[in-house]
């Protein structure tokens, strides 16, 4: 047993407040939207230059004009506004945005952050990612505990950083971890996914924590 | 003298080079000046340095100019989308200068507000901080406590920027999610060429709904019928 998917989503979705401003990256992070409590504001930024994002249009009101980082097609709300690219990162680099939550390929226990490159296999690019994760006040990484069987917590990254102690907690689908960024405290372990035990989550981690439920 | 032209083979005539550099505006396949870079293809031009966020999808946008290997070196954030692309660089005959994207923006935002150099956090402890002078701010209550890297203003012979409405100035508004890089792009060229969807009269656009002055833009072309595409449609049903 452990979280799904859209529980992992569920859990992320726990670390909005209400008047946050946010930024969700592509895959699981997407999912948090569906999980905003009733009567929680929460404004969405997404960084190719608009704050306010809304839901996917209903089918034929698609707009080529109107899309999200993830180049998908999005609506507006009435607290929506339009900027351009420098406009938006000026909002992130300049910690005006509250909190970041995306996805990644590995994470260290001191914080660093590996989400953009394989050496010598994949060439996409690192997109605002590097620039999130250095200016958003508050970041948290939402990924499988595990990648073909290698844990994806570990001492340290061994793929290319995005950032190098920018990450404040990591929620997997075995449970939850907190990370002081400052590295003056160890990492910790602080939430069990459903029906997932300490031995399990200590056989699947590389990384050294601390257990404190 | 008029800024407009009656086609994109004029609006670029005489400001092409081999080696060039040129920024195209857009995000992905939205507010893309894609006339004007069919235009680029047409001329043969060849080496270009191109500027962009993203390098078009196969045989789309900047995707046509990797197949013509008119391409010599791409400046962006993300080209995730381009198989042609990561085929062209893994086999050594494409360079790419990564940058993040904030960093992307900024760099254009300052070439073209004459700033040759600004510092940011963004990317220390990276490969993108490799070589890069690095700088702390100990006396300042903002920026004490962590380090920052030096980033370079950007600046391309030729901007290639779509607009929504522009008129006979150069005046021009940009619409939604369309605007992305295109309004730092229109400042940080020698000349900027935009493409706009609808074309009217100085005197017709609202001054204070400007979102690019016209000083910025020396060449118009009028594209009222452009294909807009969309990458990912993503839609929900009417009765959830």
Partial sequence: MAWTREEMAARAAKELKDGFYVNLGIGIPTLVSNY???????????????????????????????????????????????????????????????????????????????????????????????????????????????AKGESKLLKQCNLPLTGAGVVDMVITDLGVFAIDRSGKAPMKLIELATGVTLDEIKAKTDAEYVVAL | MGKVYSDATAALAGILKDGMTIMAGGFGLCGVAETLVDAIKESGVKNLTVISNNAGVDGIHLGKLLETRQIKKMISSYVGENKIFAQQYLAGELELEFTPQGTLSERIRAGGAGIPAFFTATGVGTVIAEGKEVREFPNSPRFAGRKYIMETGLWADVALVHAWKGDTEGNLVYRKTARNFNPMMATAAT???????????????????????????????????????????TTRKRNS
């Fill in chain 1, 36 to 146: 905003i409590p009733e009567g929680m504001t929460v404004a969405l930024q997404s960084e190719n230059g608009m704050m306010g994002m809304g839901p996917f249009p209903y089918e034929g009101e698609e707009d080529p004009d109107l899309i999200n980082a993830g180049k998908q097609t999005v609506t507006e709300l009435p607290i929506t506004s339009y900027f351009s690219s420098a406009d938006s990162f000026a909002m992130i680099r300049g910690g005006h945005i509250d909190l970041s939550i995306l996805g990644a390929m590995q994470v260290a226990q001191n914080g660093d952050l590996a989400n953009w490159m394989i050496p010598g296999k994949m060439v996409k690019g690192m997109g605002g990612a590097m620039d999130l994760v250095a200016g958003v006040k508050k970041v948290v990484v939402v990924m499988e505990h595990e």
């Fill in chain 2, 191 to 233: 000349v900027t060429v935009a493409q706009v969807e609808n074309l009217v009269q100085a005197g017709e656009i609202e001054p204070d709904q400007i979102h690019t002055p016209g000083i910025y833009v020396k060449r118009l072309l009028h594209v009222p019928n452009v294909i807009k595409r969309i990458e990912n449609r």
